[in-house]
């Protein structure tokens, strides 16, 4: 069974960055696609940005083209998602998923003003 462990989390100014990671165990991240989602109280959890581990081909939300992005290094078994350019309204847990099934335990992103 694939588990996964995000980190880098935390709190930043607006205007900062974080990088989050995150490491899967119990399969290669192989012809995978790998995904980052987030979510508020209240609200639905949505989609951020996600990346093929095959072919590196990459999706992102349109609330956070131009300030994310994501990669991989499968040596690694891990993905990356830099964010640059830190909103408050980025405020959310953030959860890295694989196929939109494995679920990790999600780390806190907060952006202050």
């Known amino acids: 069974e694939v588990q996964l462990a995000e980190s880098g989390g935390g709190l930043v100014q607006a205007g900062g960055s974080l990088r989050l990671s995150c490491t899967t165990s119990?399969?290669?991240?192989?012809?995978?696609?790998i995904g980052w989602a987030r979510q508020v109280p209240g609200k639905e959890r949505e989609g951020v940005s996600c990346?093929?581990?095959?072919?590196?081909?990459?999706y992102y939300a349109d609330f956070v083209k131009g300030r994310f992005t994501i990669s991989s290094d499968n040596a690694k078994n891990t993905v990356y998602l830099q964010m640059n350019s830190l909103k408050p309204e980025d405020t959310a847990v953030y959860y890295c998923n694989v196929n939109v099934f494995y679920w990790g335990q999600g780390t806190q992103v907060t952006v202050s003003s």
């Open positions: 119990g399969g290669s991240l192989a012809d995978y696609a």
């Open positions: 990346i093929s581990t095959s072919d590196g081909n990459t």
